[in-house]
């Protein structure tokens, strides 16, 4: 049964390697909503006033990202990923993702990215910002950005979910989710994600968030359809 | 002096208090200690509760100079004299650890502050042996001058037992250091203006005391508090966490003290600006005796304004853009 089911996935790989068109070839698509019941923190607004330049940004005070929601209790920033079931196909992605520092703030707040995949960081900020990624699994390092100054490029080798901080601004605050896999999405805007192109197989979906934890669904692809998966984690107010 | 090298800090201080009975003393601890070693084979004594995990001293070398050090000559030092803090497993958690503030170095983690290398890389090992005979000022590691050469060595090679990216990852490369410019009254006046636009002050404080909007936040990457350096606290001798001399501050910020807020600056400064930076910050540390402090009372204490001699003559010209009008 397994090597069947391997056989298949090796000989639409190699299909469609030759005819280079994998989101035609893969029409499997998981997709749903994450949302969350119970009170989920009260998020604080920030006191930027020791960064006039940042805070001359926002209108009004930003409130911490800690907890982000929508509508009809959607549950924002979860990172929803394959977490068994594709091999890893070793393809890092190419194109490098951005995490820019903007109003003192991290956009994405989660970046989630493939391992060994480049990202640049970047600062449209008028002041300096330090980087400070906080791994443990993988390599820490610390740099300063200047305003002005070029993208700081850089990439992880392995899986890990790693907090990123800025020294200066304490209260910035953000996550970078390194994968092995390449099929993942965030839930943005009401809590939606959405997992395309993929292979016919068996999979666990996880879905994880920096509060609230990780929860996980298993889920059968057997061709050209859309399965729906849908989260929903316990929210707690501390 | 050797016989009382294997006990324990505990009695030590004991017989230094009584000292009649020391050399008494010490013969019956050391018969005692004798065939406690044999019974144990060298292991430390037990905790209350369950056995010690055991520990496999990989055969770990480190290159100083001409001398070869050995992780496994160094395993009765690194009991006796580091585990204390740095613990049995090198994990910071030595029975003073709770008391000490900064914490213990970890080298489970091989994150380490002092380093000749670029952030995110592994220290040289001469980085480490450095240190060791340094010590850190302002916290509780001495300054460890009683070790011969090939015990320091030694004990360099031991601390790489304890993470495994002393197997996979070499040393980094150490940064490229230019000679050391004079100093002199523009440079001094150049460093203030890099301090003030790389936003040093916003932790050292506009006077370097320590004292900047972001200092009272600062926690390392184990989430404890930690104060950014104070230039100008200690005389004439005060010293610097990863050295005393130009070149150490300029590795310093050069490379960045990993583990802690203070970030690397290599991408941002050039080679000779560094320079700039260094002369200036020896002028916050008001109650040293050294050349830029001179060169700062000939001008009666007064740092003039920067003024750019040469205002970006390769950026200026490339497109019509304005003076000013790009970033």
């Not at chain 2, 324990?8 to 000292?19: E, N």
């Not at chain 2, 050090?69 to 029975?95: M, P, S, V, W």
């Amino acid at each position: 049964m397994r090597t069947k089911q391997m056989l298949l996935a090796l000989l639409t790989v190699l299909v469609c390697s030759s005819l280079m068109c994998p989101s035609l070839m893969f029409a499997g698509t998981v997709s749903g909503k994450v949302t969350y019941t119970g009170t989920p923190a009260h998020q604080k607004p920030i006191d930027m006033s020791k960064e006039p330049s940042c805070a001359k940004e926002h209108a009004t005070p930003i409130v911490t990202e800690t907890v982000v929601t929508g509508a009809n209790n959607a549950l924002d920033n979860v990172v929803v990923y394959v977490s068994s079931g594709v091999p890893d196909d070793g393809q890092v992605p190419a194109q490098a993702v951005t995490y820019t520092q903007k109003g003192c703030q991290y956009i994405p707040h989660v970046l989630p990215m493939h391992v060994n995949q480049e990202f640049d960081i970047v600062n449209d900020d008028q002041t300096s910002h330090n980087i400070h990624p906080l791994p443990k699994v993988n390599t820490e390092w610390n740099k300063s950005q200047p305003p002005g100054t070029a993208p700081i490029k850089e990439k992880y080798d392995k899986p890990e979910f790693i907090e990123v901080k800025c020294n200066i601004h304490p209260w910035m605050h953000g996550w970078f989710v390194v994968l092995k896999t390449s099929h993942y999405d965030v839930s943005t805007g009401g809590g939606d994600f959405k997992l395309p192109n993929l292979p016919p197989g068996k999979y666990t979906i996880t879905a994880w968030h920096e509060k609230y934890g990780t929860q996980t669904a298993d889920v059968a692809i057997t061709g050209n359809e859309t399965k729906d998966v849908n989260f929903t984690f316990k929210a707690t107010a501390y | 002096m050797n016989s009382l090298k294997p006990m324990r800090c505990i009695r030590a201080i004991l017989f230094a208090t009584i000292p009649g009975s020391a050399i008494l003393g010490s013969a019956i601890v050391g018969l005692v200690f004798a065939a406690g070693l044999t019974a144990r084979a060298f292991a430390q004594e037990a905790p209350e509760v369950g056995p010690l995990r055991p520990l496999v001293v990989k055969p770990m070398e480190s290159h100083i100079g001409n001398i070869t050090g050995h992780a496994a000559d160094a395993k009765d030092d690194y009991r006796r004299y580091c585990a204390g803090c740095h613990g049995n497993y090198g994990d910071a958690n030595g029975e003073n650890a709770i008391w000490l503030d900064p914490k213990p170095r970890d080298f489970t983690i091989a994150t380490f502050k002092c380093r000749s290398t670029p952030t995110g890389t592994l220290p040289t090992d001469e980085d480490i042996y450095n240190a060791i005979g340094r010590g850190f000022v302002n916290s509780n590691m001495p300054i460890w001058n009683v070790f011969t050469k090939q015990e320091r060595a030694d004990l360099v090679a031991y601390i790489k037992i304890f993470s495994p990216r002393w197997e996979k990852e070499k040393a980094g490369d150490p940064i490229k250091i230019p000679a050391e410019p004079p100093v002199t009254l523009e440079s001094i006046s150049h460093g203030k203006a890099l301090f003030t636009k790389l936003e040093c002050w916003k932790c050292h404080g506009p006077a370097g005391q320590g004292d900047g909007p972001s200092a009272s936040t600062l926690t390392d990457s184990k989430d404890n508090p930690i104060r950014p350096y104070n230039f100008a606290a200690g005389g004439n001798d005060s010293r610097f966490k990863c050295g005393n001399t130009n070149q150490d501050i300029y590795k310093i910020f050069m490379t960045g003290v990993d583990g802690t807020p203070m970030p690397s600056f290599a991408d941002v400064i050039q080679p000779n600006d560094a320079w700039d930076l260094v002369h200036f910050l020896r002028t916050l540390q008001v109650n040293r005796h050294g050349k830029e402090n001179e060169v700062l009372m000939a001008a009666h204490g007064v740092i003039p304004p920067y003024v750019d001699k040469n205002p970006a003559p390769a950026a200026a010209p490339a497109d019509n853009k304005s003076p000013g009008g790009g970033q």
